[in-house]
């Protein structure tokens, strides 16, 4: 059974036009990360949260925002998605700050955004 | 900054060959090292990890020692099969970096063919 759910797997959107990708868990973690993924890129941190408490990498553009309304929620909000942001975004939740405690992420399928 | 480098893909091979992925990394403090791997259609697992220097970590075959003299932590398995055909991430964490969610390398794309 999947715990960590992405949709859609699939997105469209037009440029200029504000998407939102969903992500939901089952595991219960308080961490929940997004990461997006070009073409033969690396995953690169987003952002992420600790609880309710967000945390913004330093080189993440102000396009791209986040919500968490509770523990098994997070959004990814694109407000004017451009060219080069078409690309993979997944999702990955732990149960605790990865970096502290050497627990290991988990990964959603991902949801491959383009933009026309 | 910490990075990871992976060597370059697609790996083709056939089925019960010798696999070798290298993978360097650059980190200051003292990194945990990951390998994740990714199936077609699914999100990416972990697959081994290692937390300190000379550790092995090894889950379903797969095998990857932690070379501090070398900065590297290579993955291995001595007969791959099919199914083992996926994309393969390296990765790393440091504690010295609290709040930093893991470095991902490029991945390196492997092919076996029966």
């Known amino acids: 059974d999947a715990m960590v759910i992405q949709n859609p797997r699939y997105q469209v959107t037009q440029f200029g036009k504000p998407v939102t990708l969903s992500c939901s868990q089952t595991?219960?973690?308080?961490?929940m990360y997004w990461y997006q993924q070009k073409s033969s890129q690396a995953p690169k941190l987003l952002f992420h949260?600790?609880?309710?408490?967000?945390?913004n990498e330093a080189d993440t553009p102000d396009n791209f925002q986040s919500r968490r309304p509770n523990t098994s929620f997070c959004f990814l909000d694109i407000r004017s998605p451009g060219l080069g942001d078409a690309a993979m975004y997944l999702c990955?939740?732990?149960?605790?700050?990865?970096?502290?405690?050497?627990?290991?992420?988990?990964f959603g399928s991902g949801t491959q955004l383009s933009v026309l | 900054g910490n990075s990871v480098t992976q060597m370059e893909g697609p790996v083709t091979l056939s089925e019960e060959a010798f696999l070798t992925i290298n993978c360097t990394y650059t980190?200051?403090?003292?990194?945990?090292l990951f390998w994740y791997v990714q199936y077609p259609g699914e999100g990416l697992q972990l697959l081994l990890k290692?937390?300190?220097?000379?550790d092995k970590g090894s889950n379903k075959g797969f095998e990857a020692t932690y070379r501090k003299e070398t900065t590297s932590f290579h993955l291995e398995k001595g007969s791959v099969q099919v199914s083992d055909s996926a994309v393969y991430f390296c990765?790393?964490?440091?504690?010295?970096?609290?709040?930093?969610?893991?470095?991902f390398g490029k991945g390196t794309t492997l092919s076996v063919s029966s």
């Open positions: 290692a937390t300190k220097a000379d």
């Open positions: 990955a939740t732990s149960r605790d700050k990865g970096v502290l405690t050497n627990e290991k992420l988990f």
């Open positions: 595991l219960n973690h308080n961490v």
């Open positions: 990765a790393l964490s440091d504690l010295g970096q609290a709040g930093t969610a893991l470095i």
């Open positions: 980190a200051t403090g003292y990194p945990s």
């Open positions: 949260y600790y609880d309710k408490d967000f945390n």
